[in-house]
């Protein structure tokens, strides 16, 4: 633990006023231009502060107390240190006590998380506090999350983005408000931070695997800063200001490339459906591609893929951890992997009722003949003659090698293959793609489709049966 000189009295936390001349000059203008920029008003939008007792945590702290502004303190305990986690939480209680602050703490165990999901501590910790965070953001009706994010950290998460690979969004660093996360401190840089601190007496706790080269971020800190503030001592602000105008161009290039999405894309039977002619006869095809397929874990080599497959043979796929991609003939479809299931059969031994099938129903019920069934638009409707069918009936998938004879042929089979081939049916839909068969396994129907001509009823016809097919929604 590192203390520097003052006491808790000494430190002025007891007045609202402003004693240090460096406030002024160092973070004062910076946590101010912030919340100009922002357009804040944090007299009556109460933040949470998330308070780890490091100096960049304190010093905004600090900054919330001496200004007057409404907040509460959060601090997660991941005892990682031992007896220092430990002394960690009593010490920012007692400091979030003497503002007058709401202090809140919690007990987390990262190691466990980062065994069961195989990612880094560090990751772990994340996952685990943002959402008590925002638990105790909603309870406590606090408009934002504060964290104590600066300059420096800005610069390096560029950095790594850079190495890691990334797009125009990755080189403007760390956004100063994204949904209810405020970052206050983004325009200081960790040596006026540090200065401020010192200048005011202010104590915190160090982590000394801050000193660590063994985190990517820390390499970064202690090995490439260094070399590249040789070529330009500003380097903080001078990524500040080339981030100000990355993320300009960025939320102007999101806004076009929006407009342009609700030409190309649209949304069919929970398939996103994007038009091959429209994308190809656009510039940039393949960054085009990767900003609509970007929200379902594609890649921009996976974008750069797929655009090459296009001119070859429709039907080929591709796979995020999350979505299919299929090419097809006049659209790339994209469809959440649980859309394309395995179904079971379901047997029918009664004349009424609703029977499931995945994310589709199919409803029977029984009709007179003074019900007038000769005219039926709604192609997910059928009527039948109920003396044509054998119980038990079944719904299934279709299968290779299934048959029938559509309404409207005059009694031709044809093969339900070639039926969807005439139809130009995409790989996905008939996947999914229902029959119901009567006893003696004639189709009867192709749901949602077609009828079978044998099963269509006549002048003879006393009764009915009517067919609903029933849409609902799939995970």
């Not at 160092?26 to 490091?54: M, Y």
């Amino acid at each position: 633990m590192i203390q520097l000189a003052g006491s808790v009295k000494e430190m002025g936390i007891v007045s609202a006023k402003i004693t240090s001349i460096t406030f002024f000059r160092f973070i004062l203008d910076s946590f101010l231009t912030f919340i100009n920029q922002h357009k804040l008003d944090l007299k009556k939008q109460p933040c949470l502060l998330t308070v780890s007792g490091g100096v960049d945590s304190i010093v905004m702290l600090d900054l919330f107390g001496k200004a007057d502004f409404p907040a509460g303190v959060a601090h997660c305990n991941f005892g990682l240190r031992g007896e220092e986690s430990e002394g960690d939480e009593v010490f920012v209680r007692k400091l979030a006590e003497s503002y007058g602050f709401p202090f809140f703490s919690k007990h987390f165990n990262p190691k466990s998380l980062t065994k069961e999901k195989g990612i880094s501590t560090q990751m772990a910790a994340r996952e685990l506090r943002y959402p008590w965070f925002e638990e105790l953001r909603i309870e406590h009706n606090y408009k934002y999350i504060a964290t104590a994010h600066h300059a420096n950290d800005s610069l390096e998460t560029t950095l790594l983005n850079l190495v890691r690979g990334t797009g125009l969004s990755g080189l403007h660093g760390i956004s100063g408000i994204y949904n209810h996360i405020l970052r206050p401190l983004l325009l200081a840089t960790k040596e006026e931070i540090l200065s401020y601190a010192q200048e005011n007496g202010l104590l915190w706790r160090e982590d000394r695997s801050n000193d660590s080269d063994d985190y990517k971020r820390n390499l970064i800190r202690h090995k490439v800063v260094p070399i590249l503030k040789q070529l330009n001592p500003s380097l903080e602000k001078t990524h500040g200001h080339s981030a100000e105008k990355l993320l300009s161009a960025d939320h102007l290039l999101k806004e076009m490339l929006h407009e342009w999405a609700a030409t190309i894309v649209t949304k069919k039977n929970d398939q996103i459906r994007i038009n091959i002619f429209l994308l190809l006869t656009e510039s940039q095809p393949v960054y085009r591609l990767w900003y609509l397929l970007d929200e379902y874990g594609y890649s921009y080599q996976q974008s750069a893929q797929i655009i090459a497959n296009i001119p070859g043979i429709s039907g080929r796929q591709f796979l995020s951890n999350s979505h299919i991609l299929l090419i097809d003939r006049e659209y790339l479809i994209v469809t959440k992997k649980n859309e394309c299931k395995e179904y079971s059969s379901v047997s029918i031994n009664a004349l009424e009722g609703e029977f499931h099938l995945g994310g589709q129903s199919l409803r029977l019920s029984q009709k007179e003949r003074n019900s007038n069934p000769w005219t039926c638009n709604d192609k997910n409707t059928v009527i039948v003659d109920p003396k044509k069918l054998k119980f038990p009936l079944t719904i299934r998938k279709w299968e290779t090698g299934d048959v029938f004879q559509p309404f409207g042929m005059n009694g031709k089979r044809k093969k339900l293959s070639d039926f969807f081939a005439d139809l130009k049916m995409d790989l996905f839909t008939k996947r999914n793609t229902l029959i119901l068969l009567n006893g003696n396994q004639e189709i009867i129907w192709v749901l949602g489709l077609r009828l079978d001509e044998r099963y269509r009823i006549d002048e003879d016809t006393v009764d009915f049966l009517e067919f609903t097919l029933i849409l609902s929604e799939r995970g």
